[in-house]
Nanobody
Framework: QVQLVESGGGLVQAGGSLRLSCVAS????????MRWYRQAPGEQRELVAS???????NYADSVKGRFTISRDNAKNTVYLQMNSLKPEDTAVYYC?????????WGQGTQVTVSS
């Protein structure tokens, strides 16, 4: 089992910044990529960014140049720095890892961007 706990969400004005954190615990050996997804009301969950254990990153086109994903392997933590936030970034953000063919999800953290 892998446990994921996100933090750092909140309410921010458009143009502001937030940093999300996700701490992984439990049977974390063998985890490669760590990912951030988001889900807005009435929408499907979408991949925002991912990072491999070696630091290779990938971003959704909608967040490129504004969001930065990073990780601290010693702390088993992945971060999502979100700058220049827009109202359309409003969503519940979820941390995700895959281990041994099983997907694990955090409980989610709400990000609300006001115009």
């Amino acid at each position: 089992q892998v446990q994921l706990v996100e933090s750092g969400g909140g309410l921010v004005q458009a143009g502001g910044s937030l940093r999300l954190s996700c701490v992984a615990s439990g049977r974390i050996f063998g985890i490669n990529a760590m990912r951030w997804y988001r889900q807005a009301p009435g929408e499907q969950r979408e991949l925002v960014a991912s990072i491999t254990s070696g630091g290779r990153t990938n971003y959704a086109d909608s967040v490129k140049g504004r969001f930065t994903i990073s990780r601290d392997n010693a702390k088993n933590t992945v971060y999502l720095q979100m700058n220049s936030l827009k109202p359309e970034d409003t969503a519940v953000y979820y941390c995700n890892v895959e281990r041994a063919g099983i997907n694990y999800w955090g409980q989610g953290t709400q990000v609300t961007v006001s115009s």
